[in-house]
């Protein structure tokens, strides 16, 4: 698979919020999630999201991400592929998540985010007992 | 169950016409601005990743989104009038035992190669990456800069 090329993706524009607009498009990032035996992992790609512009925030049972970005461009276009704009992703969560756990960590404009379940949620293994 | 509603739910606010109008609105703007200046600033070339070119006197900016990549896996290498960028995006393994919800990220091979507007002088060209945004700076071969005349 990693030796396939890479196809063009427009990125997805979204309506955010009333209570996030800002001006200008807002995207929703491409995202893997998975989850082993401990945690749901959720990694988004938000390029031009530095590690201060980012706002993750868990609420009534939702996490929401708000990645800004900044629309300086310097110079005048000569051409315009991408549009430039904030991301804004929101995922609905459950009370399997351990909420006090969460961690988040931004690297060359991607984040990643671990979700640790909450040891209720975990799977367990169940023994068939035999008569 | 948690992983359904998780794969589920998306945030697409739905039916607010007045933002759907305003979207369609910016786009027929964005198409007729294309047509106006004969800039393909509509379309794309179709080859991965997508640049913004912009110029001012000096220079020519060529910016990319490469998120999640290192430096290392980056290649440029421009000519008098055209640039190539290529390299690979690697996603690692993230261990055997887990089981995907979505998959939307993308590994793989690119090359790309962007004609220049305008002769550069290669020499000077330089490259930096922050934030998974990769900006090439070429500055203007000195023949193509304007230059001020001064009357007498």
Redesign the interface.
Known sequence: MEDRDIQVKEKKEVDAQGELTREGPFFVPNVDIFEDDDNIVLIADMPGVGKDNIDIRIEDGHLRILGKVSKEAPGDYVLSEYSIGDYHSNFVLSTIIDQTGVQASMKNGVLRIVLPKSDKSKPRKIAIKSN | M??K???D?????VG?PF??FE?MR?EMNRLSEGFRSG???FS?????????????IN???V?A??????TEDIEISATDSSLSISG????PR??D???????????????RMISL?GSVDTDKVEAS?????LTIVLPKSEAMKPKQIEVK
């Open positions: 948690f992983p509603r998780f794969i739910f998306p945030d697409w606010n607010n933002l759907d979207r910016r800039l393909p600033s794309n070339a179709g080859v991965f990743p997508l640049t913004n070119v912009s110029e001012d220079n020519y900016y910016r989104e490469l998120p999640g990549m290192n690979q995006r690697i996603i993230e261990g035992n887990v089981r995907y919800h979505r998959r939307e990220r993308e590994a793989g091979k690119f090359s507007p990456f922050m934030d998974g945004i």
